[in-house]
């Protein structure tokens, strides 16, 4: 039985098996995408490669057969940047967006188009949690948000944007005045307190996020109420005064404290605060360079000096955002920001290093050609933009499911298992760094249960195989030349007649959405 060494580590394997059997045995993780244990390797993708020790050329991890002696690297610089030029080679000839262009656009991120189809198929407590994953104060944005998500909606290229924030309004106004509103659930207490200076919609959001991650939070504000400009700044008549309320009460309900008429510099020190808190947070709103300095921190152009992707600022442990920090007025910029300090707060407080969120990894189709903008239409209901007869109504059941069926479904119906995304998170890879010429993005949707996107597949074969495999009498082949390869249907059969038995096990193969689940 051959031994080799993989990063230093022995292992010694059977007769014939591969470079990836043998780090499997050691639990060293190779990135795979054309690979499958149940097909024969077709060393398409070369992602999956690793260095041994006297060849010149990098190697396929999944088809070369270990040889006794044989010193392998799987996790050096040379190993790391080929993996990443295979992916972005992949990404080069690749259509589709993973995330909608909704969701991309949004300031806070939130993945509107899951929200839609939870709506559409009234799974109302789903939408609410997927709401509230991002945006701490739905029922209150759903009223003044300046919209830019529908600025970026798809549907607007056909006729007119999807209603989003009628649709974010409607979920969480449900949720209010159910008898039992939403309420995430908290991981148990980790000893460490936080205080939160400014109660606007920076500090809200922060408390929100980090009370569930396990913090103590206090919130300080000089005002009789929480709120900041949205209780003091916004008309009643834009904002009922009833509804921030109740969306404050129930992040106080998760168990964060509240301190109001408490006004920092007089009665509180930024000293103190950093004395009896393990992180502070300033978000008290638009401040003058005097006030700033006064606690010790950097002024910059906009307010609190702070470091753009972190938010921290100049002294340890205290991190600064909303209009703190940018004289921007914009609620929901301001939620995100609470959103994104939380996360840099919990990676400071947990001891790792503080980076910021993660951006999540995202290709796009950009804009549409006239024949992608009917391929696109299909996927949505014919109905026009449900309107309201006055400015300020929210939908009604009937009105909300008529708006949500519009929606296109234009993310990824893959993006959260697709192999090429995560892959290219994980190695950093850029969609946009080798240029090819964009192919045209299709759909097959003829079968019941499967969708073929094209421009998705990266002519790993695995289809092929399978459904030869399970012995389907139509199946799969590959069509085209050169770049213009692509897995399609033969002559003119439907997908349907192609996949009659492994449509199932074809998905699961599939390393990305090329081929997906429709719904
Ligand atoms: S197939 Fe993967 S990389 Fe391509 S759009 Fe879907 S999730 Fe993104
Ligand atoms: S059509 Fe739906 S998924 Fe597409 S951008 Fe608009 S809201 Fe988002
Ligand atoms: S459609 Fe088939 S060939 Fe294309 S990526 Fe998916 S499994 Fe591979
Ligand atoms: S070449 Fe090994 S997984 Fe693709």
Excluded: W
């Excluded at 060849?55 to 040889?67: K, M």
């Excluded at 300046?146 to 944007?161: F, H, L, Q, S, T």
């Amino acid at each position: 039985m051959p031994k080799l060494t993989i990063d230093n580590r022995e292992v010694e394997v059977a007769d014939g098996a591969t470079i990836l059997d043998a780090a499997g045995k050691l639990g060293i993780e190779i990135p795979t995408l054309c690979f499958l244990e149940v097909c024969k390797p077709s060393t398409s993708c070369m992602v999956c490669v690793v260095k041994v020790e006297g060849l010149v050329s990098l190697v396929p991890a999944c088809a070369t057969i270990v040889r006794d002696g044989m010193q392998v690297e799987s996790d050096c610089n040379q190993v790391h940047e080929a993996r990443k030029a295979a992916l972005e080679l992949l990404l080069s000839d690749h259509l589709g967006d993973c995330l909608g262009p909704c969701h991309t656009i949004c300031p806070a991120q939130m993945n509107i188009p899951l929200m839609i189809r939870q709506i559409a198929a009234e799974k109302l407590s789903d939408a609410i949690a997927t709401v509230k994953e991002d945006i701490a104060l739905p029922a209150v944005l759903g009223r003044i948000c300046p919209k830019p998500c529908e600025r970026g909606c798809r549907r607007a290229a056909i006729d007119e944007a999807v209603s989003i924030c009628l649709l974010k309004r409607y979920v969480a106004d449900v949720d209010l005045q159910s008898a039992r509103p939403y309420s995430p659930t908290c991981k148990p207490g980790r000893d460490k307190r936080v205080a939160i200076v400014g109660a606007g919609p920076a500090g809200l959001a922060t408390g929100y996020y980090l009370q569930q991650a396990g913090y103590g939070c206090t919130i300080f504000d000089d005002h009789e109420k929480p709120g900041g400009m949205l209780q003091y700044g916004v008309p009643e008549q834009e904002l009922p005064r009833y509804v921030l309320d109740n969306e404050i009460a129930l992040i106080e309900k998760l168990g964060v404290k509240f301190l109001c008429k408490t006004r920092i510099g007089d009665m509180l020190s930024m000293e103190s605060l950093r004395r009896d808190f393990d992180a502070v947070f300033v978000a008290t709103g638009a401040l003058e360079t005097a006030d700033v300095e006064s606690m010790g921190l950097k002024a910059g152009s906009k307010g609190i000096a702070m470091d753009g992707k972190t938010y921290q600022t100049n002294l340890p442990g205290v991190f600064a955002g909303g209009d703190a920090v940018h004289k921007r007025k914009l609620a929901i910029r301001a939620v995100a920001d609470g959103k994104e300090a939380a996360a840099s707060i919990d990676q400071y407080l947990s001891g790792q290093p503080v980076t910021g969120p993660a951006k999540p990894f995202n290709t796009r189709i950009g804009k549409l050609k006239d024949d992608e903008k009917e391929t696109f239409a299909a996927c949505g209901s014919e109905s026009p933009r449900v309107t309201l007869p006055e400015q300020g109504d929210g939908f009604t059941d009937e009105q909300a499911r008529i708006e949500a069926a519009r929606c296109l479904h234009c993310d990824c119906r893959k993006a959260d298992d697709c192999k090429l995304r995560q892959h290219s998170q994980s190695y950093q890879a850029r969609a946009g760094r080798y240029k090819g010429d964009r192919r045209s993005f299709t759909q097959q949707v003829q079968h019941p249960e499967v969708i073929y996107e094209s421009g998705k597949c990266i002519d790993c074969g695995l289809c092929v195989q399978i459904a030869a495999e399970a012995g389907e009498k139509i199946g799969l082949t590959f069509v085209g030349r050169g770049f213009d390869v692509r897995v399609a249907v033969p002559f003119d059969y439907s997908m349907a007649q192609a996949l009659e038995r492994a449509a199932g096990k074809c998905v699961a193969a599939c390393p990305t959405g090329a081929l997906a689940f429709t719904g």
